[in-house]
């Protein structure tokens, strides 16, 4: 029952930007930690940034300065403001939580998106 959907993803010109969107939903209690991935075609799915339900963010270092994740915990949604972007930030994002939801025999669970794909001409 417990669904994240991205979306905002699509295709720009290098130094553009994209807002990436990915709402939760299922019986979902609290948020924990949300964090956005990311996997290149034939690379290994990497970190891109992370939030906790306290608003403290972390980045990887190919980001900083040029990403912002935030989230809405009224609206149980997590952003990722893309800025500056580079051909080399083309993949397929995921969205990630941890999160506690309305199921007593598995309260507390991790979750995937289905991805969206952020493609970056040069």
């Known amino acids: 029952q417990v669904q994240l959907v991205e979306s905002g993803g699509g295709l720009v010109q290098a130094g553009g930007s994209l807002r990436l969107s990915c709402a939760a939903s299922g019986g979902i209690v609290r948020i924990n930690t949300m964090g956005w991935y990311r996997q290149a075609p034939g690379k290994q799915r990497e970190l891109v940034a992370s939030i906790t339900s306290g608003g403290s963010a972390n980045y990887a270092d190919s980001v900083k300065g040029r990403f912002i994740i935030s989230r809405d915990n009224a609206l149980n949604t997590v952003y990722l403001q893309m800025n500056s972007l580079k051909p080399e930030d083309t993949a397929v994002y995921y969205c990630?939580?941890?999160?506690?939801?309305?199921?007593?025999?598995?309260?507390?669970?991790?979750?995937w998106g289905q991805g969206t794909l952020v493609t970056v001409s040069s």
């Open positions: 990630n939580a941890d999160l506690v939801v309305r199921d007593f025999l598995k309260p507390t669970g991790n979750y």
